[in-house]
């Protein structure tokens, strides 16, 4: 009881995160925050994969569904284009810290999605990951389109403890695109408000990329680097 | 329930709070974080996201400011320059924004007064990296006190100011996103955090 494993431990083995709820939100928060999570996901000592997700609306879930799939996508590119790509060594430091970023949001919405989590889809690339100019491209394009979407669902989640953790993510979304798109040799920022996109027209950009492959075969095809 | 080795923070936080706010130690038109919920989750409401959108407009009004007098006296060049130039035009964008908004609501802008930070390039650059990774702390902490409404808002500036921030701080060699998760800020650490840049005159 003492120790009551929460959702963080698994996301956050070295305490980094909690350490800043903690520094952050005060204590009072912290535990709110924490509470109501472990509520979401119904996470109990080694339980955990059980009934985890049991909390969250239908609604919720399909938005952190979502998101989780765009996490994945981004991530295995991130992870893909370091493993082939000849980075710069400016490109191959975000590559590094932005996928690491990405790896841990999958991570953090796999764990409140509990048993309701999607498995990682079967991405198939194009060669983008293999040229850097290709990638930069769809990297600030993915970016830019996240934040946007993390504004569009923050205001649908019915969850105000999903909705703090969107909020911690959306704004290193920013960052990322902001990032990448000074890399790319184009201003970091758009205009003064930055606006809100639809899971529909993220959904558009997936398809126009042809990221992800309709079945495993499809991707079979690059076989071995489609698995990230 | 469990003990954390934390919770005197609250404690300290708490004196800090009436130190800051309280105790008279900043003007009383001056106290930017003053009649926020420390506590988050606290029911939002229109008059909650009046108060919460005018701590938003003190840090607007600042960050304005700090961008025109540098502009004129920090001596910025290059790439430093144009940064100032746009997210300067930002904030005075966020500013009319949140002034339109709050219409009679709004507060005014406290006294401010940046000293060094406005006659170097570097002193400027250093504030501005802790001022825009502030902004974006603080706004992230409100966002669950909001009502959609108000959230919808400041989503879209909050992102603007996480821009700003990764922008400088790429420009001055650090790492733009050091965590996975942007801290979420209590408005007594916010205030508190904007007291001790020295920039708003007590």
Same mark, same amino acid.
């Given at each position: 009881?003492?120790?009551?494993?929460?959702?963080?431990?698994?996301?956050?083995?070295?305490?980094?995160?909690?350490?800043?709820?903690?520094?952050?939100?005060?204590?009072?928060?912290?535990?709110?925050?924490?509470?109501?999570?472990?509520?979401?996901?119904?996470?109990?000592?080694?339980?955990?994969?059980?009934?985890?997700?049991? +909390?969250? @609306? #239908?609604?919720?879930?399909?938005? $952190? !569904?979502?998101?989780?799939?765009? &996490?994945? %996508?981004? *991530?295995?590119?991130?992870?893909?284009?370091?493993?082939?790509?000849?980075?710069?060594?400016?490109?191959?430091?975000?590559?590094?810290?932005?996928?690491?970023?990405?790896?841990?949001?999958?991570?953090?919405?796999?764990?409140?999605?509990?048993?309701?989590?999607?498995?990682?889809?079967?991405?198939?690339?194009? +060669?983008? @990951? #293999?040229?850097?100019?290709?990638? $930069? !491209?769809?990297?600030?394009?993915? &970016?830019? %389109?996240? *934040?946007?979407?993390?504004?569009?669902?923050?205001?649908?989640?019915?969850?105000?403890?999903?909705?703090?953790?969107?909020?911690?993510?959306?704004?290193?979304?920013?960052?990322?695109?902001?990032?990448?798109?000074?890399?790319?040799?184009?201003?970091?920022?758009?205009?003064?408000?930055?606006?809100?996109?639809?899971?529909?027209?993220?959904?558009?950009?997936?398809?126009?990329?042809?990221?992800?492959?309709?079945?495993?075969?499809?991707?079979?095809?690059?076989?071995?680097?489609?698995?990230? | 329930?469990?003990?954390?080795?934390?919770?005197?923070?609250?404690?300290?936080?708490?004196?800090?709070?009436?130190?800051?706010?309280?105790?008279?130690?900043?003007?009383?038109?001056?106290?930017?974080?003053?009649?926020?919920?420390?506590?988050?989750?606290?029911?939002?409401?229109?008059?909650?996201?009046?108060?919460?959108?005018?701590?938003?407009?003190?840090?607007?009004?600042?960050?304005?400011?700090?961008?025109?007098?540098?502009?004129?006296?920090?001596?910025?060049?290059?790439?430093?320059?144009?940064?100032?130039?746009?997210?300067?035009?930002?904030?005075?964008?966020?500013?009319?924004?949140?002034?339109?908004?709050?219409?009679?609501?709004?507060?005014?802008?406290?006294?401010?007064?940046?000293?060094?930070?406005?006659?170097?390039?570097?002193?400027?650059?250093?504030?501005?990296?802790?001022?825009?990774?502030?902004?974006?702390?603080?706004?992230?902490?409100?966002?669950?006190?909001?009502?959609?409404?108000?959230?919808?808002?400041?989503?879209?500036?909050?992102?603007?100011?996480?821009?700003?921030?990764?922008?400088?701080?790429?420009?001055?060699?650090?790492?733009?996103?050091?965590?996975?998760?942007?801290?979420?800020?209590?408005?007594?650490?916010?205030?508190?955090?904007?007291?001790?840049?020295?920039?708003?005159?007590?």
């Amino acid at each position: 009881m003492n120790e009551r494993p929460s959702i963080l431990d698994g996301l956050d083995p070295e305490g980094r995160v909690r350490e800043s709820l903690l520094e952050t939100l005060g204590i009072g928060r912290t535990e709110l925050l924490l509470a109501a999570l472990a509520g979401a996901a119904t996470w109990t000592a080694g339980h955990a994969s059980h009934a985890a997700g049991a +909390g969250l @609306t #239908e609604n919720d879930t399909r938005i $952190l !569904r979502f998101d989780l799939q765009l &996490e994945y %996508l981004q *991530a295995t590119m991130y992870t893909q284009a370091l493993r082939l790509g000849h980075l710069r060594p400016a490109v191959r430091d975000a590559a590094r810290v932005v996928g690491a970023h990405e790896w841990a949001h999958a991570h953090a919405l796999k764990t409140i999605l509990g048993r309701r989590a999607v498995p990682p889809g079967f991405f198939d690339y194009h +060669g983008v @990951t #293999e040229d850097e100019h290709a990638f $930069l !491209r769809p990297a600030v394009a993915f &970016e830019d %389109l996240t *934040a946007a979407l993390l504004k569009y669902q923050a205001i649908r989640l019915d969850s105000r403890a999903v909705l703090a953790a969107a909020i911690s993510l959306h704004s290193v979304e920013a960052r990322h695109a902001a990032w990448l798109r000074r890399i790319a040799g184009v201003l970091p920022t758009l205009t003064a408000f930055d606006r809100p996109a639809s899971q529909a027209k993220m959904r558009d950009l997936i398809l126009s990329t042809h990221f992800v492959a309709e079945d495993p075969t499809t991707g079979a095809r690059r076989a071995p680097g489609f698995t990230g | 329930m469990h003990p954390h080795p934390a919770a005197p923070k609250t404690t300290r936080a708490n004196m800090l709070r009436r130190a800051i706010v309280g105790s008279g130690a900043v003007a009383a038109g001056a106290v930017v974080g003053a009649g926020i919920p420390d506590e988050s989750f606290s029911d939002p409401s229109p008059a909650q996201d009046a108060r919460i959108l005018n701590f938003a407009l003190q840090l607007e009004y600042l960050q304005a400011r700090f961008y025109a007098e540098a502009l004129r006296s920090a001596g910025l060049t290059g790439e430093l320059h144009e940064f100032a130039r746009v997210a300067g035009a930002h904030e005075r964008a966020h500013v009319a924004f949140l002034e339109k908004h709050l219409g009679r609501r709004a507060k005014t802008a406290p006294p401010l007064r940046f000293g060094e930070a406005i006659r170097d390039p570097h002193r400027f650059a250093a504030a501005a990296v802790t001022l825009e990774d502030l902004a974006v702390a603080a706004y992230n902490g409100q966002g669950t006190n909001l009502t959609r409404p108000a959230l919808a808002a400041a989503v879209e500036i909050l992102s603007v100011e996480a821009r700003h921030a990764a922008w400088v701080r790429d420009l001055v060699g650090k790492l733009p996103a050091t965590r996975a998760q942007d801290p979420l800020w209590s408005a007594t650490k916010a205030t508190h955090k904007l007291m001790q840049t020295g920039f708003v005159e007590a």
